[in-house]
């Protein structure tokens, strides 16, 4: 959309791209990155033996320089795709999200919201203001859930940690399963007819027409990308350090295989149990997957642990309380049932097929 | 000059609150400001992302915080 108004000239029209001197120092910046990244191994195996005099075989010493080269790492890698990921997404806002949708049918609804999900910006503090948004515009119930669902499952953290730790096969393989819980779940719950669970309010609301969106330049998307990095790593750190110290702690000091017993392929129960202790648990990504990473190194399944972080991403104890306000009880407890046992196939599915 | 901060109460809505209170104040215009947590009214604005600042019934910023020049820039012509 155009901005309307025209009288008045724009005062000190702002640059629209980037000048030589930006562009020298995103070169620049993204040389530093590459040089540090490539040498972080070494850098810390040198941390670990020459300064604090650790043997790397050791308990202590391995739990060290695990720490030591993860934690930087995986800084560095959601720096640089936070980045790419808030430059893509400043064209996918909420608003734009919602004209693609709404009168979807179901089946390709659900598929194209659980992919918007996961560029169009998030954050659980909008989870309400987007379903009332969605659903007064007439995105069918179902539609919208597959969105909800997808988006905080599938994002760019979540990703750059799996691949980081696991690996890309590990990584393609949670946004695949993830994208497919989305769609499937999504679908039940528009098939279960379940609009009448919404809270009555919200039917009866009347939507404004909306802002005027705002048509940005590239010099303001790189920006925007630049923000989301400030704002993402200064809101995840503490979780990406605090979930690689625990796992450096299994890494060091669990023994070998320990965990097979109990989370092993063999018992068919680890994986509803995973389900069951992670959907009330609330962690982002950056916190759960280094713990996941050590708990497979020890013998867990690779389908207990993707259903057990699942689980601890999509669905919490806290997202339920805030879209109580919306849904009536039943139409949430049909909402966490149809997620969870999506996540439980999945977890069955590759403890199975791997 | 009427202000509504549009949020339910994350972080981001107090400090769009913030930045809107201190740039009213340093230009020293007449204007109230409100901060606004229900839904309901969120949504005549149209409003789906949050935080929002609304100016005299026009939605200004949806979605992020704004710098206060740019408050400065709405509220001082």
Redesign the interface.
Known sequence: MKSQCCARPR?ASPARGLSLVEWGIGFLALLVWGLVYFRLQGFAAWLTVSVFGLDPASRLGSAVEFFLYDTPKVLLLLALVVFGVGVVRSFF???RT?RLLAGRREAVGNVLAAGLGTVT?F?S??A???F???V?AGVPLGVTFSFLISAPMVNEIAVVLLYGLLGWKVAALYVGTGLTVAIAAGWVIGRLRLESHVED?VRA????????E?ERTFRQRVFYGL?AVRDILGKVWIYVVAGIAVGAGIHGYVPEGVLAGIMGKGAWWSVPAAVAIGIPMYSNAAGIVPVVQALLEKGAALGTVLAFMMSVIALSLPEVVILR??LKPRLIAVFVAVVGLGILLVGYLFNALL | MDIKVLGPGCPKCKEAEKVVREAVAAAGVEASVEKITDFQQMMQYGVMSTPAVVLDGVVKVVGRVPSKAEVLAWITR
Do not use: H, M, N, Q
Not at chain 1, 205 to 212: S, V, W
């Open positions: 005062i806002t909420p608003e919602r910006p954050c503090c909008s309400v203001p987007l009332l948004g969605f007064t309010w609301i009347r939507t404004g027409e909306g802002p005027a705002e923000d306000k919306v």
